[in-house]
């Protein structure tokens, strides 16, 4: 079984400013990890993702995400948060042959002007 | 490239009445298709899966029900609803094989009064 951990559900940033978003995961075997982006009202968009090879993996956007075993962790960065970046983010973990993508309860970004 | 369409985009319905939300995937052939809900502050709460034609897997008991008619087109259907059913519901597809992520549709706001 594998499970999801988003901390902090709302994370409010300056524009300009660092974007940390923060997931950690609990698996039996190394998953595939994704990060999703909704806008209000709007289905999930894809971000990025890692399955194997490189555990830092770039998106669209500008973001980014690093893949680290030790930590069990897929936090989400962008250097520079802007405007456009307010949304809801979500984390999902699926385990190879499953069809279950597990999400994290979400975290909601706000831009301070 | 490919689309997913759902319609309707937004539905206000009685208790008690039936539901039918209707999900297409253009631009691809054999995807696997899934049904997710999402409840106002929640997270996504898969509800079916279905990885060919009149293959229907159920993740949660309730009074729900998916249909797969023809390869592109997945339908969740209710015979009564209830307030419980109110939500945000979603549409994805995913090609079959290895890769693993899904693409979301539009999405269908959900009232049940």
């Known amino acids: 079984a594998q499970s999801v951990t988003q901390l902090g559900s709302h994370v409010s940033v300056s524009e300009g400013a660092l974007v940390l978003l923060r997931c950690n995961y609990s698996?039996?075997?190394?998953?595939?990890l994704f990060w999703y982006v909704q806008y209000p009202n709007q289905g999930l968009q894809l971000l990025l993702k890692?399955?194997?090879?490189?555990?830092l993996v770039k998106g669209i956007n500008g973001f980014e995400a690093e893949f680290k075993k030790s930590e069990t962790s897929f936090h989400l960065t962008k250097p520079s948060a802007h405007m456009s970046d307010a949304a809801e983010y979500f984390c999902?973990?699926?385990?190879?042959?499953?069809?279950?993508?597990?999400f994290g309860t979400g975290t909601r970004l706000t831009i301070i002007p | 490239s490919q689309t997913i369409h759902q319609w309707p985009a937004t539905l206000v319905q009685p208790v008690g009445s039936p539901l039918s939300l209707e999900c297409t995937v253009e631009?691809?052939?054999?995807?696997?298709l899934y049904w997710y809900r999402q409840a106002a502050g929640r997270g996504l709460q898969l509800l079916f899966y279905?990885?060919?034609?009149?293959?229907i897997s159920s993740e949660v008991p309730q009074n729900l029900s998916a249909s797969r008619p023809q390869d592109r087109q997945f339908i969740l259907s209710s015979k009564k609803l209830l307030l419980s059913d109110s939500g945000f519901y979603l549409c994805?597809?995913?090609?079959?094989?290895?890769?693993?992520?899904?693409?979301f549709g539009p999405g269908t706001r959900l009232t049940v009064t």
């Open positions: 994805a597809w995913r090609p079959s094989g290895p890769a693993y992520e899904q693409y």
């Open positions: 698996s039996s075997v190394p998953p595939y």
């Open positions: 890692y399955t194997t090879g490189a555990t």
């Open positions: 999902a973990v699926i385990l190879f042959g499953n069809e279950k993508l597990t």
């Open positions: 631009g691809t052939s054999n995807p696997n």
């Open positions: 279905s990885v060919g034609i009149g293959q």
